[in-house]
């Protein structure tokens, strides 16, 4: 595992607060993006099966700009979505590793040239291609708390590139 260079920690009481947490951090990615044009960042989505990674992911997505459904990539293993900055498109990649049963499975569909475009890979069970993935920039971690729709949301970034998208997150919040 990466060394972690910043850490925040949110706790969401429901599911508002989980869908307002997305709504800064992807203000803070677009802002990145805005900045770099040709910039890509890699995030991972971890937690336990019925976390939130997908209710998380869409809140993301949808607060990017994207006006259609997010659905999960379960299935489909992988979700594209078009979006943009007042200077440039962009591409969200939304994976979903959790059938994959070899790590290297996802090269083998086609993936790791996602990694390298300008946007962003969102990657759902990163564990489940262990070792082949390229290294996150970002990683958040969704832990259920004791009410329903609770959740402990902790973002690490391990790349200057994540660092400086939680940096810009932490100045938004504290606001």
Same mark, same amino acid.
């Given at each position: 595992?990466?060394?972690?260079?910043?850490?925040?920690?949110?706790?969401?009481?429901?599911?508002? +607060?989980?869908?307002?947490?997305?709504?800064? %951090?992807?203000?803070?990615?677009? #802002? $990145?993006? !805005?900045?770099?044009?040709?910039?890509?960042?890699?995030?991972?989505?971890?937690?336990?099966?019925?976390?939130?990674?997908?209710?998380?992911?869409?809140?993301?997505?949808?607060?990017?700009?994207?006006?259609?459904?997010?659905?999960?990539?379960?299935?489909?293993?992988?979700?594209?979505?078009?979006?943009?900055?007042?200077?440039?498109?962009?591409?969200?990649?939304?994976? +979903?590793?959790?059938?994959?049963?070899?790590? %290297?499975?996802?090269?083998?569909? #086609? $993936?790791? !040239?996602?990694?390298?475009?300008?946007?962003?890979?969102?990657?759902?069970?990163?564990?489940?291609?262990?070792?082949?993935?390229?290294?996150?920039?970002?990683?958040?971690?969704?832990?259920?708390?004791?009410?329903?729709?609770?959740?402990?949301?902790?973002?690490?970034?391990?790349?200057?590139?994540?660092?400086?998208?939680?940096?810009?997150?932490?100045?938004?919040?504290?606001?």
């Amino acid at each position: 595992m990466a060394k972690t260079l910043e850490t925040l920690k949110q706790h969401c009481r429901q599911e508002a +607060d989980t869908a307002c947490l997305a709504k800064h %951090l992807a203000a803070s990615i677009s #802002g $990145f993006i !805005e900045q770099n044009p040709l910039g890509h960042l890699n995030i991972s989505l971890v937690g336990n099966l019925g976390a939130g990674k997908t209710t998380f992911a869409r809140h993301l997505i949808q607060s990017m700009g994207h006006l259609g459904k997010v659905k999960s990539p379960t299935y489909t293993l992988c979700e594209p979505y078009s979006l943009k900055t007042k200077r440039s498109a962009y591409t969200a990649h939304h994976f +979903d590793l959790y059938r994959m049963r070899e790590p %290297l499975e996802w090269q083998e569909v #086609g $993936f790791a !040239e996602y990694f390298d475009i300008p946007g962003f890979c969102l990657v759902e069970w990163p564990e489940k291609a262990e070792g082949s993935l390229p290294p996150f920039d970002l990683e958040i971690e969704l832990m259920a708390g004791t009410d329903e729709n609770e959740r402990i949301i902790t973002i690490n970034a391990f790349l200057n590139d994540g660092l400086y998208v939680l940096n810009h997150l932490k100045k938004t919040l504290s606001k």
